[in-house]
């Protein structure tokens, strides 16, 4: 039978060193938003920061502010200010917190970093590869603010991606260059340019290497620890900061593999998350997973920010290659053959599909693809209905109980 | 010495249910009350009727699984398992080949897929709406002011199709209102009403060649299962005591002491 004690997570030594990274990233932004002393570009997350770190901004990243909204259970309270100002509750949840935050001039960064307020911005630099809700989003700051909307615009719904394709986008990199200048940046380095893509490069390897760990058997940590300690390579990729975390993290998990030491005791189920992290019920399905033996291995999600075809002897074209070889940019067939590799390498039992009410960009269930996957690998799947960052989306009981069900289902095939 | 009996506890979102079954696996008590809101009162004041009907005593209970929204907090419990595994369990029992079950409760239901050895394939829930549910039947009984349990009665002397095509419960309130605005009999109204539900569970899954079903809803209507028949073109299954199958399946979990 399904164990149900829930079971607290295991701490990392370097959660500190976490903490430093993110606290530094923070304050130095809210120095320069004070001080003016720099210039700061917002950024999405996975929008061409390396250009902008050429070119000396600091860089802020609002999504990584609405998952801190979401993690904080502060987003249920904002949200309705947004659905008022008209954007829907049915479109991106992050967009709908964050806006709604700001409107009640209320921000996660108070209590966790004693910061008053979000920077303010320089420049919004967005990249469409992943939605059309960070342009909109962006955009209502930049009429707020009076500061310049920029940004790259990329194909959707890709199998192969054609090399006139990838040079269209580097082209609109460049392109990007007059308009930052214009917005305060430093005139364009291409040394410092290249440096920032060298440095983005190694924290993607690193950042691959820690979460290939968890292909040992038992795995060294779970999904709702990466969702954590990947925070430095959204936020701190093309910087020095980031490769520093991501060596000492390695090390770590490489020693709890030598160890023996495994991130859910006991470990019986092995298990990929396919969507958006549900982040103010993380601990809740972290403690319930790990009750029930079962460790989330692998997930798309945290797969995103490992750019590695990022090469400083061709910056514009690697960023852009980087950019638009994402898993979120592909189409159906090219995730399902992603999915597949997943399963060779980290051997799980299970998927959880995600189904985000707002996200349909990260909801990867809804064109047959689980049943799809079940058939080419037999592997079982779940789809729990939810979403980001609002929890009116969510039935805690439902999916609990779902989630139950489906280990218990998973334990009669190894009877 | 009395031979020993095993039980199980059913506490659904609107009923709750027990079972005794015997050694030899036959149904011999079985008690259902409105769930309320102290499931551990319900499942007490339960599991006593059904002693009775069993004429058996407590002292004679080797093992209890509790099921269902409430399953933790059946005090005489000694585990638990989900109405997944429940249901899929209890039909099984009656029906050992490879089955769909579709369970219709009172605020949810669910297409379990088994396979010929009874081990699930997949199960699905409905999503967040009550449309499809037994509170969706509840709550057009209200709004049409008839008691719920004329419904099956007037659907069966339904004449005229009547369809209603929203996914939500509040809208489907007021395409109810519009029908009676256009003077629809109540008849086609209460058929209309169970096609809509049949429509929510067909869209949930495919189903697999035997279909049986399950749950409270069946129980006190079967001309609905009469209906799926005729929709999907085949014999649908259904086990003695419908709204009883996640409790049998529990008590069948009870007696086996396994997973
Ligand atoms: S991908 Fe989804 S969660 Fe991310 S910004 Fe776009 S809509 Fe929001």
Redesign the pocket.
């Known amino acids: 039978m399904a164990d149900q004690k829930t079971i607290k997570r295991k701490t990392f030594e370097c959660s500190g060193k976490l903490k430093q990274v993110m606290a530094d990233h923070f304050l130095e932004l809210d120095r320069a938003s004070q001080s003016g002393d720099s210039k700061i570009a917002w950024c ?2 996975v929008g061409p920061a390396e250009l902008l770190r050429g070119m000396g901004f600091l860089v802020y990243y609002p ?1 990584n502010h ?1 998952a801190m909204l979401g993690a904080s259970r502060m987003a249920a309270d904002v949200i309705p200010y947004a659905n008022a100002e008209g954007y829907s509750p049915d ?5 709908t917190s964050d806006i709604g935050a700001f409107l009640q001039e209320k921000t996660p960064l108070t209590k966790a970093y004693n910061i008053s307020a979000v920077p303010r911005p320089d420049v919004l630099v967005f990249n469409t590869n ?2 059309r ?2 342009k909109d ?1 962006f955009a209502w700051y930049s009429r707020h603010f009076n500061v310049p909307l920029v940004g790259v615009h990329t194909y959707r719904e890709i199998g192969e991606i054609g090399y006139d394709q990838i040079k269209e986008i580097a082209k609109q990199i460049e392109d990007l260059i007059p308009d930052l200048e214009a917005a305060g940046g430093a005139k364009f380095d291409m040394d410092r340019f290249k440096e920032a893509v060298g440095l983005s490069k190694k924290t993607s390897q690193l950042w691959r290497a820690c979460l290939e760990t968890a292909s040992a058997v038992p795995s060294p940590w779970t999904f709702f620890d990466a969702t954590i300690h990947m925070a430095p390579a959204v936020v701190a990729r093309g910087t020095q900061a980031g490769v520093d975390y991501y060596e000492i993290l390695l090390k770590e998990l490489k020693g709890r593999i030598k160890g023996g030491i495994a991130a859910i005791e006991g470990e019986k189920h092995r298990l990929y998350w396919e969507g ?1 992290p549900i982040w103010g019920k993380l601990r809740a399905l972290s403690e319930q997973l790990s009750g029930l033996k079962a460790c989330v291995v692998a997930s798309t999600y945290c797969n995103t920010w490992i750019y590695e075809q990022l090469d400083s002897a061709k910056p514009f074209e690697s960023m852009a290659q980087a950019y638009t070889e994402l898993f ?1 940019v592909r189409d159906e067939a090219y995730k399902e053959q992603y999915i597949q590799e997943c399963h060779d390498l980290y051997q799980f039992d299970g998927i959880i599909f995600h189904d ?1 009410k ?5 909801s990867n269930n809804r064109y047959g693809m689980p049943e799809r996957l079940r058939g080419n690998t037999g592997v079982p799947a779940l789809i729990i209905n939810g979403d ?1 960052n609002d929890l009116r989306c969510y039935s805690e009981e439902q999916t609990k109980t779902n989630i139950e069900a489906f280990i218990e289902q998973l334990e009669e095939g190894m009877v | 010495m009395a031979s020993p009996i095993f039980t199980g506890v059913d506490i659904g979102a609107s009923r709750t249910k027990v079972t005794i079954l015997d050694p030899q696996k036959n149904l011999i008590g079985r008690a259902e009350k409105k769930s309320g809101t102290d499931f551990s009162d319900t499942a007490v004041s339960c599991l006593e009727s059904a002693l009775k009907m069993a004429n058996r005593s407590r002292t004679d209970i080797v093992k209890t699984v509790s099921t269902g929204y409430g399953r933790n907090n059946v005090t005489f419990s000694d585990r638990t398992k989900t109405e997944i595994g429940c249901h899929a369990k209890g039909c099984y029992f009656h029906f050992p080949k490879a089955i769909t079950v579709i369970d219709i409760g009172g605020q949810d239901n669910k297409v379990i897929k088994l396979d010929e050895k009874g081990n699930r394939i997949s199960f699905k829930m409905n999503r967040k709406c009550a449309a499809g549910t037994g509170a969706f039947l509840e709550e057009m009984s209200m709004r049409l002011d008839i008691p719920l349990e004329d419904m099956d009665s007037l659907a069966r002397k339904a004449t005229e199709q009547v369809e209603l095509g929203s996914y939500c419960t509040v809208f489907s309130a007021t395409e109810v209102l519009e029908k009676i605005r256009q003077g629809k009999k109540v008849p086609d109204i209460v058929k209309g009403l169970y096609l809509s539900v049949i429509k929510r569970l067909l869209e949930m899954d495919a189903l697999g060649d035997t279909v049986v079903m399950s749950g409270g809803v069946v129980a006190y209507n079967p001309y609905l299962v009469k209906m799926v028949e005729e929709r999907i073109g085949r014999e649908v299954l259904v086990p003695d005591f419908p709204q009883y199958s996640g409790a049998f399946g529990a008590a069948l979990f009870a007696m086996e002491g396994g997973i």
């Not at chain 1, 707002?358 to 990260?362: A, H, I």
């Open positions: 999405s997350s999504e609405g479109i991106c949840s992050y967009l992943q939605c809700d960070v989003w958006m979120i985000a707002t996200c349909p960009n990260n980001l």
